[in-house]
C-alpha cells in the first residue's frame, strides 16, 4: 500500500485564533497545510492571499500546499514563492499557456500541480502529466468548503491514475472536496495519494485525531 498524505484546509480554521489553529497542525499527523487562495473572479468567493500565507509560513512546521483559485496565476507565481509555498497549484480552466506557467512555477523552486474542476476532463492531461508533480482533482465545485462530495470523482481517479502509471509514476493524486472517513477510503482505493479535508477535520471535536484516523482510512 502507498504513502497517504493529509492535507487540511485551513479555509475551515478558526481565522480569529489561526496561530493556534496551525500550532495543532504543527503537532499533528498532517503532512501539507493546504491553503485555498481565492479571488472571487475564478470562483464566487474571496478568501485569503500572500500576506496570511506569508504569516501561516512563519510558523508551519509543514510544507504549504497553495491552491490558486485566480484568474492570471502567472501574475503571482514569485510572490507565493517568496511568502512560504512549497507545491503551487493552478486550476487547468484558468491557464490559456499552461505549460508556460508550469515551467514557471518550478523554476521559482516549487513544485508544480494542476487543479481539474469537476467539469474538466482527465485526458486533457496527456501532454502536460510528464512535467507535474502533482494533479488536484476537485470532488466540488471550488470556492467554498462544506459541500457535498460529487461521485463521478471515484472514476476520475481510477483514469488519472492510469494516466499516471504510464506516464510519470511518481506525480501524486490530490483530491480536495467532502472528503471524510467513507469518501477518503474510497478516494484511495481508487488511486489517490493526498486527502485535502477542511470541514471534516476543523469541524470535529479532536482535529489532530480526525488527522491521524483519516491517514489510516
Ligand atoms: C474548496 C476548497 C477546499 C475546501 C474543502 O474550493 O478548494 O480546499 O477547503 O473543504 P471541505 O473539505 O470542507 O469540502
Ligand atoms: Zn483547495
Not at 181 to 201: C, E, P
Amino acid at each position: 500500500m502507498s504513502q497517504i498524505y493529509i492535507a487540511p484546509s485551513i479555509l475551515s480554521a478558526d481565522f480569529t485564533n489561526l496561530g493556534s489553529d496551525i500550532e495543532m497542525l504543527n503537532n499533528s499527523e498532517a503532512d501539507f497545510i493546504h491553503c485555498d487562495v481565492m479571488d472571487g473572479v475564478f470562483v464566487p468567493n474571496i478568501s485569503f492571499g500572500i500576506p496570511v500565507i506569508e504569516h501561516v509560513s512563519k510558523m508551519a512546521s509543514k510544507p504549504l500546499d497553495v491552491h490558486l483559485m485566480i484568474v492570471n496565476p502567472d501574475q503571482y507565481i514569485e510572490s507565493f514563492q517568496k511568502a512560504g509555498a512549497s507545491y503551487l497549484t493552478v486550476h487547468y480552466e484558468a491557464c490559456t499557456h499552461l505549460h508556460r506557467t508550469i515551467g514557471r512555477i518550478k523554476n521559482a523552486g516549487m513544485k508544480a500541480s494542476v487543479c481539474l474542476n469537476p467539469h474538466t476532463p482527465v485526458h486533457l492531461l496527456e501532454d502536460i502529466i510528464q512535467d507535474l508533480d502533482m494533479v488536484l482533482l476537485m470532488s466540488v465545485n471550488p470556492g467554498f468548503g462544506g459541500q457535498s462530495f460529487i461521485e463521478n470523482t471515484y472514476e476520475k481517479v481510477r483514469k488519472l491514475r492510469q494516466l499516471i502509471d504510464q506516464k510519470n509514476p511518481s506525480c501524486l493524486i490530490e483530491i480536495d472536496g467532502g472528503v471524510n472517513y467513507q469518501t477518503g477510503a474510497k478516494l484511495v482505493d481508487a488511486g489517490a495519494n493526498v486527502l485535502v479535508a477542511g470541514s471534516f477535520v476543523f469541524g470535529s471535536e479532536k482535529p489532530a485525531d480526525t488527522i491521524q484516523k483519516l491517514k489510516l482510512v
